[in-house]
């Protein structure tokens, strides 16, 4: 089958595309067909030799990626939610080893659910990572409530587009920071408030922020403290609550945490369930096809894509 292997970590170059055997589902698993998988800044970051890269190397060859959509066509034994044929989609084996840049992944089936029929292959793909950690993050880790306000950074962004609409699901009052240029992207997700970063500081234009989900890290965790109201929640996925932010925490009585996401056959259900109804959807920014996923991972890393990307086999 085609894969894409990391021979060694460091630029796109080192992402090579090479034939490797077909896996075969051990119990507790299914072997999918990839009919799409999406691409998130963890695996550029992997890719580069940091992130899951190390614990990745013990388990050669390297093979990144977690979100795949496709079909099932072999079910391994103790395996009863799922059958040859089957539409399924889900993020493989995070945070270990998912092997998703290949036409065939052996997966867990306690990581996949069922595609909605009215959902497409790739639209699946996109809805996997990225919104797993929205959806933990805002419903277990904050346990956002309606009513409640939430300020989501890089609102325009792969886990921020989707927190936005679960957040409206949940119906909390949405701020979301970006750039002018996706104002209007913004408006159509249903964000309440657009703050433009580049013009405004945000600490400084909202307060008495119930949840802020910071999908940045660096300062922009330290300047999101000034926006908590007393007794908040403040969840960063890209940045670290390191000593000084635990005293700021304390000091304000603000509930702050990093957090990554896991794999969870039932979360995916959660996101099947709403997908379905339509009140979440993803939105692809551009499709790349599996020869070029070094291109896909040079766009990644401009930080500047809007909504997902999606990579077909």
Wanted: aromatic residues 6%.
């Amino acid at each position: 089958m085609r894969t894409i292997i990391l021979e060694q970590p460091g630029a796109v170059e080192n992402l090579k595309l090479t034939d490797t055997p077909k896996p075969s589902p051990k119990s507790g698993e299914v072997l999918v067909q990839v009919k799409a998988i999406s691409v998130n800044p963890v695996d550029a970051k992997t890719r580069a030799g940091k992130a899951m890269y190390e614990q990745l190397a013990k388990d050669k060859p390297v093979i990144l990626g977690w979100d795949i959509a496709g079909e099932v066509t072999a079910v391994g034994e103790n395996v009863d939610k799922f059958k040859t044929g089957d539409a399924v989609f889900g993020m493989v084996n995070f945070p270990g080893h998912g092997k998703a840049y290949a036409e065939y992944v052996a997966a867990p089936a306690d990581d996949l659910a069922h595609k909605p029929e009215n959902v497409s292959f790739q639209q699946a793909a996109a809805t996997t990572l990225a919104a797993l950690t929205a959806w933990q993050v805002l419903t277990q880790q904050a346990r956002l409530q309606s009513g409640e306000r939430v300020l989501i950074h890089a609102a325009s962004g792969g886990v921020g587009h989707f927190a936005v609409q679960i957040a409206k699901h949940i119906g909390a009052y949405v701020i979301g920071t970006a750039s002018e240029a996706n104002a209007d992207f913004l408006k159509e997700l249903g964000v309440d408030e657009h703050i433009d970063y580049k013009k405004v500081k945000f600490e400084e234009a909202v307060k008495d922020i119930d949840v802020v989900l910071d999908t940045i890290g660096g300062d922009n965790t330290t300047r999101s403290f000034d926006t908590v109201k007393q007794g908040g929640r403040l969840i960063t996925i890209a940045g670290s609550i390191d000593e000084e932010k635990e005293k700021l925490a304390k000091e304000k009585d603000i509930k702050a945490e990093r957090y990554m996401v896991h794999s969870s056959s039932k979360d995916m259900e959660q996101l099947a369930t709403l997908m379905q109804s339509g009140e979440i959807r993803p939105y692809i920014y551009k499709e790349y096809a599996l020869e070029d996923m070094q291109q896909a991972h040079q766009q990644i890393e401009t930080g500047k894509t809007k909504g997902k990307i999606v990579v077909i086999p």
